[in-house]
């Protein structure tokens, strides 16, 4: 197959028509498309594309009337991998949320219309872009990996939803100035920091969304954006005070909660529309807000601050749902609430509530209460009555409150009342004293009478109901004391780690303050009271190590010593405890050595790292592995040795005599002999003898090259003797082998068609011309190969063609019959030729409707609708009339035949019956009505006929597409005749 279709496309591009035009750009997306299919494994989506089929029939792809990608949307299709950049010029809907495309976004900028971009829920990641997309409306890059800083999207002044939410980007909130028609503004659940802007340039802003995020600074009133009607702010670093939102009138979801924000709160009184209130987990105190202007409030939830003061009424809520003041310092009684006939929710707990007005069986809606953490008893619980809700928690309650301390003189009476639950009868108390049970009751006071030294402690009470077995209720404590003489010992002492003192036959041994009472069994002589103050210190216990040589000492507990062993010495610190110190001492020795030795001249003599060679006493200190000094001391003799060297050049076939032994062959020769003291002596010959007088040389050269032996020059091919004189007086034939080989030339002529390429001396031909390349043959000699290319060109057909409705049309064996643009490649001899049809199927001439009149002369007229074709439709009646309407003609059949401007044609044959045409005198006035419209499937519709006189109606349904669904001929007796139907098998709405 030829590569011809690249340039073909350039070619259309350039020079065709208005038509081919369209169809390269029609073809250009099909090739983004494709492209796509490849980056993200298209063939394992969930509904894959036939990329064999036209492209109209693939998944969520839209086209216009010329072919091109309007919409883009394949949500939830498993599409994997990276996301290329297409260009689709006409394109305005990109989806492809929920699927796991990966790395970084491309920069779209081949989506010049697109309004709508929707790449939400993937795996994205890397930073974003200030994408050039003039007309995007909608921005969703939300549930994303994407990171680093928001651009300003300057470029898309048009945008009205941005959604980057549950991403990874920081740094601060950009500059939204040039956004003027933002609508929605959605980047929660980052990693944001910085102020809030007030968003004045935004005076559309409906919804803005920043919470879970590290914004701080003041919390802006956004008095610009007066449209606003959810703000979400919770879960950042916002502090200062609450503004009152004052300009923000359609507000309707305020959350603020999980900030840092302080100070009291004003009412929202502007917020007349508020349903959703959220300041909860805060730094706010003062009084709540009462809210009573917020008459639409549902939610409102103020827990985790520090409010203080009583609980509102909240007159006027009658829409509130959930109610949350848990967690502050709210005080005195929880009021009664019944009036708020929407509650279900209603969290008090973690307050300092001490009484209840709130009868819970009195709110029909309540379905969940928590009041735990107050100091609510069990007559309070009683009161509430809440045992009834889905869920009502009351347990644990803070302490009941009692006074630190009572003061008594000995022998007086002294109560303990709880002051609660006096009216409470199966209330269980039981008082203990100094940790130790003391009495059960089922009165809530302690009464004393006559107190003596004994009595005096630390009291607390436990109070138990078995209805409420979830509550178990404390006392705080409170202390007796008496006015009776007891005697204070305080005693500071300090010991070392191990020792202990014992104080009231108790021992101490950490380091600590402590408090031990004496018991005295006189109640007449309160207790004795030791007040201890306890210093331990440490012991230390150390153990050093230490080397060093033979000779050395070291100093240790007042002694020298010398010799290697575990030795103690035992010290006493500041405080007066003990101090151990161990030494471990190793003693190296070191060591002096004395040799003597003899080498032959020549040799060395190493001794630790340094190197010897003449005779001589040395002394060398060295160090051992462990670092002692080694001493040493060699007497060193160095011998006398002989050593003759002897050198010989001969030529072939002489002999040489060396020290009594005669040589014929090359070689080094040693004589060696051993002298009296015992160094050798070496007679050395090196001897060299040719093993011939003859040298054979063999060579190649090419054509026109030569070969110089001696003064003589060859140049020919044959064996080529030569006699020499070697510089050494001796003589030498060369015998030369010469091979002579020839160049090569070669003329090639090569014909390719346009597209093909010729590989040829390391260069890719596509044009033609003559063309030379020097090449080294096996000898090495230069070959000139010629290359004479000619360059065929393809034969490009362009067919335009025009079918009517129902024919075909053949090009190869290929049949067409629909509207498109095709592409055949037809294969010749040489070259191919490629047939590029633009074909297009006119729709087809329909009749729709058909209109008869037959007056009393018995004459009458057809008047047909005709819809379908191309252009101007000429009529041709069987009677030879060429107007769109048959008149003046007598009852009987007329065939028409309808051609348009493409000369197609479509022949009907009317006819005008008596008994079924419409007289002309009721044609303008009968009223047909259709009902119900649109018409359900199995259904009836009733036809309403009025202003007609008795006779035939042919009455037919079509749909909104003008497509004719039904057909009925119907009998009418008087001038308003109601008929019913069953309804055809399409729904929808007819005419």
Known sequence: MHRLFPLFLSLMVIFGPLNSLLAFD????????????????????????????????????????????TSLSLPSNNLKGALPNLFLPKCVLLSLSRNTLRDTLPVLGGLPAVRTVDISNNEIDGQLFDFNLPKVEILDLSNNKIQGSIP?????????????????????????????????????NNFLEGPIAEFNFMPDLLTLDLHSNRLGGITPAFRGSKLLFILDLSDNNLSGFVPNFSMLRQLETLRLNNNRITGPVANFSALTVLSELDISNNLLEGPLPTLTANTLLTDFNASGNNFGGKIPLFTGLAKLQRLDLGKNQLVDTLPNLSHLISLTELRVDSNLLVHSKFDVSTSTSLRVLEVQGN????????????LGLNRFIYGPQRPIQLPDSIFATIHQDVTIDLIEDFSVGNNTYEWWLNGESLVFTALNELRLNSINALDQGTYFAIVRNMTLDKLVLLSEEVYLLMDCPFNEVEIIDSICVGDTIFVNKKPYFETGNYRDTLLVLNPAVCDSIFIISLSVFPEYDTTLFDTICESDQVMFAGQVIEKSGFYTDTLSTINGCDSIVHLNLIVYPAFTKVDEAQICAGDTLLVGHLVRTATGIYKDTLQTIHGCDSVII??????????????????FGETYEFRGVTYSQSGTYIDRLTNQIGCDSLYILDLVIPQSDRYPIARTICAGDSVIVGDTVYKTTGLHIDSLLTGSGCDSVVELTLSVTNKYEADYNFTICVGDTLFFGGDTLTRPGIFIDSLSAQGGCDSIIKVRLNVDPFISRSLDTVLCFGDSFKIANNIYKVDGIYRDTLFGER????????????SEITLDEVRTVVRPSGEGFIEPTITGGTGTLNYLWSTGARTPVLDSVMAGTYRLTVTDQESCSAIFDLELDPSTAVSDRFSESISVQLFPNPIRVSTEYTILFEGAEGGTFQIQIFDLNGKRLDSRRFKIAQDREIITLNAPAYTGMYT
């Open 634 to 651: 060699t007497d060193l003799t160095v011998l006398d040795t002989f050593r003759s060297i002897t050198e010989a050049r001969l030529c």
């Open 152 to 188: 300003d999207f300057s470029k898309m002044p048009l945008m009205k939803t941005l959604k980057l939410h549950n991403n990874r980007l920081d740094g601060t909130l950009p500059d939204f100035t040039n956004m003027r028609s933002m609508l929605n503004l959605w980047l929660f």
């Open 831 to 842: 070259c191919d030729t490629v047939v590029i049809s633009f074909i297009q199927v006119n």
């Open 26 to 69: 029609r073809a250009t997306d099909s090739l983004e498309l494709v492209k796509l299919y490849k980056s993200t494994d298209g063939a394992m989506w969930s509904i894959t594309w036939n990329l064999a089929t036209p492209m109209n029939t693939w998944h969520g792809v839209t086209l216009d009337a010329t072919g091109q990608v």
């Open 375 to 386: 100091r609510f008893t069990f007559s309070d619980i009683f009161m509430i009555n809440g």
